[in-house]
């Protein structure tokens, strides 16, 4: 689950929260083409900086992992994101023999607040 830092939502609460919901529904979603990527108006230099503040920080609680993280860093990582969701369903049935598809935040990206690395992966089918 994505969540902006603002919204001070504590993840250890999200038990109590998802007893609370209903059955929901299935939804599918159409996801953009992607965008122009603009890296020159990312800052690369600045995210070594102490003061630093749009990292993403994990959290995992009840089953769900929290990103938690500023309006900047979450369009700086979109492209993982939608990396996965819009290749991955097409990536795996061409590869049998790699049944997922992937991506990597790495702590050298200056984006990860306390985790050493975050693997982003698309699996058609998980093993419990």
């Known amino acids: 689950m994505?969540?902006?830092?603002?919204?001070?939502f504590a993840p250890?609460?999200?038990?109590?929260?998802?007893?609370?919901l209903g059955p929901?529904?299935?939804?599918?979603?159409?996801l953009p083409g992607p965008g122009?990527?603009?890296?020159?108006?990312?800052?690369?230099?600045?995210?070594?900086?102490?003061?630093?503040?749009?990292?993403?920080?994990?959290?995992?609680h009840a089953?769900?992992?929290?990103?938690t993280g500023s309006a900047k860093v979450f369009r700086d990582t979109a492209r993982h994101f939608f990396d996965v969701a819009r290749n991955g369903p097409g990536y795996v049935p061409v590869h049998p023999s790699y049944p997922?598809?992937?991506?990597?935040?790495?702590?050298?990206?200056?984006?990860?607040?306390?985790?050493r690395e975050i693997h982003i992966e698309y699996c058609d089918q998980w093993d419990s």
């Open 24 to 30: 929901g529904r299935p939804q599918t979603v159409t």
């Open 100 to 115: 997922h598809f992937c991506t990597e935040l790495h702590s050298n990206d200056g984006i990860l607040g306390d985790a």
């Open 12 to 20: 250890s609460r999200w038990k109590e929260v998802r007893g609370r």
């Open 36 to 60: 122009p990527t603009d890296e020159a108006a990312i800052d690369h230099e600045a995210r070594h900086y102490q003061e630093n503040r749009d990292l993403f920080h994990q959290h995992l």
């Open 2 to 8: 994505l969540l902006h830092h603002s919204l001070q």
């Open 63 to 67: 089953e769900t992992l929290f990103m």
